[in-house]
């Protein structure tokens, strides 16, 4: 066989083996509105295919996907993939106005990615107003074909997705609360897969259940798509093994409890006892609490419970509740984030950038603005709350989306390429708060050339009181190397940072009353969100993008937007 038909034959045999590797997985999204009842109140609400969680999407790394998104409701619709990197394919990341505009009403819109180097757990959801409270499911992306976990097998895997039941209508409830310049209502209830459990009142029908074989191994993918609610939670008399966070493999560890920020996910392995256990076991989550403001104090309840061949009457076994930290526990918080590592491998390495050619510090925090003429709000002295990054209150624009704008050169008057490498006054961030609480009202964007290494330190402010912010970054992955509380300190605080082993992520809490230090490599083209994944904040304003500029070669820029890309 000659040079030529060897190199055929190869040819031939890769294109086979990419074809058995790697598939395009096809889903269909109808947005429709369905009827449903959770603590005795039933309401019409906007779901995916009438469900409630939505459905759940499952490929494997490698795979690419094709969602189309059919909305059949009066809102504007637009769904964003939470975590996936969407690396040159922006126009799929689903913000509304930043890197779309929302799909309107009897239009179409196919979400066409590919799952670029990574695997575990992640999780879509809408992306304008509040209707991520309805509008979410999972995404589970197993490791390719013949590639095993780096860890033992587990017998079954679990999706369980926290999320907040409304007795109200969202929509009205964020409209109202935008209008007044006040704290929005809470939700009535958390939920588990959908169900609150039977902790509430009218609820103990809708319970999420997990029946479980002894002496076997769970993988159970934690998702928290609460609105505003970081959650602990725990198995009563079980211990959960740590091993992946937000898509990336850690180091494993044991822990009884654990907590979770809106947008994160965590891969936890639960074994089982040896033997029937003649009990069953709540598991729990409720809300850990740092801020002034009112939250939604309740916990909601799942059942564990173990297959006999004996099947006794369940109802007569004792039930063990496990104990929560507390409220506002937060050295349990630290001590458990302070255990997420990287694995570090040679496989899984951590590419934490060495270098950094960007240094930024961004405050983080809530402030005020002026009440509309004519208006009476209940915010501080009559103002508006707003939350703000570096001062400003990122406003979206209405008529265009930002990736649009930037592609087509027609910026002007859409946004500034000037957002605040540092705060333009600085003051004793987490002492006695400024006089002035006013924030800036405005569109910028923080431009960065192809391939800058950026290291990011954000703050959390004492205006109107200190509490965390969970973050999260469209678009890329981030290094946390460091945090702490108190102000950040630029001479002394980084000869203490983890640039060995430091967990890789997509969502990080700020804490109360401290700082986090984050580095990331900006190599993906386009336009990037990144806001405080509680949806009252990031309404009010705590939230920025990230202009990363074309690189050189044609694998360094973002490709032409698809022709079904929805208008304004």
Not at 217 to 241: M, P, W
Not at 282 to 287: F, N
Not at 373 to 397: D, H, M, R, Y
Request: charge should be positive.
């Amino acid at each position: 066989m000659g040079a030529i038909e060897i190199f055929l034959v190869s040819l031939i045999a890769l294109c086979l083996l990419h074809r058995v590797s790697a598939a395009t997985r096809h889903y269909k999204f109808e947005i429709k509105l369905q009827n449903v009842t959770r603590l005795c109140h039933t309401k019409t609400m906007v779901t995916v295919n009438g469900q409630f969680p939505g459905p759940r999407i499952v490929a494997r790394e490698g795979d690419r996907l094709e969602i189309e998104v059919i909305n059949n409701v009066q809102n504007n619709i637009s769904i964003h993939w939470h975590g996936i990197r969407q690396l040159r394919s922006g126009w799929a990341d689903g913000p509304a106005y930043v890197t779309q505009c929302p799909i309107q009403t009897g239009q179409k819109y196919v979400y066409n990615f590919t799952i670029i180097g990574q695997r575990g757990t992640f999780w879509w959801h809408a992306h304008i107003s509040w209707l991520r409270s309805t509008l979410y499911g999972p995404i589970i992306i197993l490791p390719k074909k013949n590639t095993p976990y780096p860890f033992a097998k587990p017998y079954k895997e679990v999706p369980i997705i926290f999320g907040e039941w409304f007795n109200t209508d969202t929509e009205a409830i964020i409209s109202q609360a935008l209008q007044t310049g006040g704290g929005p209502n809470v939700s009535d209830a958390h939920t588990i897969n959908g169900l609150p459990g039977p902790l509430y009142n009218c609820s103990t029908k809708d319970t999420f259940k997990l029946k479980v074989k002894s002496e076997k191994t769970y993988l159970l993918r934690l998702i928290n798509a609460a609105l505003n609610d970081e959650l602990f939670f725990s198995i009563a008399n079980h211990s959960l093994q740590v091993i992946d966070a937000d898509g990336v493999y850690v180091k494993p560890f044991e822990t009884d409890t654990l907590i979770i920020t809106p947008g994160q996910t965590n891969n936890v392995l639960l074994k089982t006892k040896p033997h029937f256990p003649n009990a069953t076991f709540y598991m729990t989550a409720r809300p850990y609490v740092t801020g002034p403001g009112t939250f939604d104090n309740s916990t909601v309840a799942g059942i564990l419970e173990y297959e006999s061949k004996s099947k006794p009457h369940l109802k007569n076994l004792p039930l063990f509740k496990p104990l929560l930290p507390a409220l506002n526990d937060t050295n349990f918080v630290t001590n458990f984030t302070s255990k997420l590592r990287s694995l570090a491998t040679p496989q899984f390495p951590a590419n934490v950038p060495l270098n950094v050619d960007k240094r930024l510090f961004f405050t983080v925090g809530l402030g005020t603005s002026p009440c509309d003429q004519n208006k009476t709000c209940q915010g501080p002295n009559g103002t508006k709350f707003s939350a703000s990054i570096n001062n400003v209150s990122f406003i979206l624009p209405t008529t265009t989306a930002l990736l649009q704008s930037h592609f087509f050169g027609q910026s002007k008057g859409v946004y500034k390429p000037d957002f605040p490498y540092s705060p333009l006054h600085w003051f004793n961030y987490t002492g006695n708060p400024p006089n002035n609480t006013l924030v800036n009202n405005d569109t910028k964007l923080m431009v960065l050339p192809f391939n800058t290494s950026v290291e990011l330190v954000m703050q959390d402010t004492s205006i109107l009181g200190l509490e965390s912010h969970p973050l999260h970054l469209h678009g890329f992955n981030f290094f946390v190397v460091g945090q702490g509380f108190g102000n950040f300190d630029p001479n002394k605080d980084p000869s203490n940072f983890n640039l060995v082993d430091p967990i890789e992520r997509n969502t990080v809490g700020v804490p109360s009353g401290g700082w986090v230090a984050i580095r990331f490599l900006a190599d993906n083209p386009g336009v990037w969100f990144m806001h405080c994944h509680l949806e009252v904040h990031t309404s009010w304003g705590l939230k920025m993008a990230w202009l990363v500029l074309d690189g050189k070669l044609p694998n360094q820029k973002l490709p032409p937007p698809p022709i079904d890309l929805p208008k304004c």
